[in-house]
């Protein structure tokens, strides 16, 4: 897997755990960047070798998917639609 890299993002609100995280999508090659509601600590737990779903059990299925491969939910559909 390559190396994550998750950037915190500062908003003038109440939502403090929103970080950025660029990945490079496993299916296509691009670079796709998405806001993820996380903190530090779940990204430690995740790195140190906690399941997707159990580091971040609030997120999304294709936030998660996001994590692990940097597919995007835009190419998860148009590998879907390929196949049909």
Known sequence: MEQLEFVPKLFN???SNIMLLTRTSQLSGKQHTMDLAIT???IDNFISGVKVQD?????KPHEREFILTGMTPE???DLVSFGE
């Open 13 to 15: 609100s109440h939502k």
């Open 40 to 42: 530090e600590e779940q």
């Open 55 to 59: 580091a971040f059990p609030h997120l």
């Open 75 to 77: 190419e998860w559909d």
